[in-house]
């Protein structure tokens, strides 16, 4: 079966400070993989989507990045942490039609 | 304007109750709808699919109507442990499955 793993679960990081969260994916090839942004009391807003490995489409400007080092691994940074970057991210795969999500980062910038 | 829009909620309700959920989708290219629940700090799942003919899992009921570019979501019976936040989706294929999310309906069941 596949699973989808992220972590860490929570994160508190200083203004300035670089990100690097880490989303895997388990037992399927080639998905698409997804970051997605949730703000306290809103929906989910796509950040980034990849269809293969070293292929990264951003959907809005921001402060972040993505990587897919490897066809199940994606990756979500920043060289430098924005306050309003503060928000609960997650990470997510499909294959067809139907969107896994893993557990999000609750990440607050102080 | 939203690509996907929900009425925010809160919907509070006693248990037994029935309750109907909307939601409006802009691109009339988008090609599936689902409703997620989303509990409190944690990751949405998938609810069901939404069909055109209407589709039913046991309490819940789906609906789609493409010429109204409208989804709904019934719940009848309402348990408590149905409280959380219902999020509608739509998706688009073009290259990759695009799935835009609504910013969720919140619903409260009381005893």
């Known amino acids: 079966s596949q699973t989808i793993h992220q972590w860490p679960a929570t994160l508190v990081q200083p203004v300035g400070s670089p990100l690097s969260l880490e989303c895997t994916v388990e037992?399927?090839?080639?998905?698409?993989l997804y970051w997605y942004r949730q703000a306290a009391g809103r929906g989910l807003q796509l950040l980034f989507y990849?269809?293969?490995?070293?292929?990264i489409s951003s959907e809005v400007p921001q402060n972040l990045s993505a990587s897919r080092p490897q066809d199940r691994q994606f990756i979500l940074g920043s060289k430098k942490l924005l306050l309003s970057d503060s928000g609960f991210y997650l990470c997510?795969?499909?294959?067809?039609?139907?969107?896994?999500f893993g557990q999000g980062t609750r990440l607050t910038v102080v | 304007r939203k690509e996907v829009e929900q009425d925010p909620g809160p919907f509070n309700v006693p248990e037994g109750a029935t309750v109907a959920f909307n939601c409006t989708y802009s691109?009339?290219?988008?090609?599936?709808f689902f409703w997620y629940r989303q509990d409190c700090r944690k990751e949405p799942k998938l609810l069901m699919s939404?069909?055109?003919s209407g589709n039913e899992d046991g309490r819940f009921t789906a609906q789609l109507n493409r010429a109204s570019q409208y989804i709904s979501l019934l719940i009848r019976d309402s348990k408590l442990s149905d409280s959380a936040t219902y999020l509608c989706?739509?998706?688009?294929?073009?290259?990759?499955?695009?799935?835009?999310f609504g910013a969720g309906t919140r619903l409260a069941v009381h005893p």
């Open positions: 989706v739509a998706m688009f294929s073009g290259g990759y499955n695009k799935l835009i």
């Open positions: 691109n009339s290219a988008s090609q599936s």
């Open positions: 990849s269809v293969g490995i070293g292929q």
């Open positions: 939404v069909y055109s």
């Open positions: 997510a795969w499909s294959w067809g039609t139907e969107a896994f």
């Open positions: 037992g399927t090839s080639n998905p698409n």
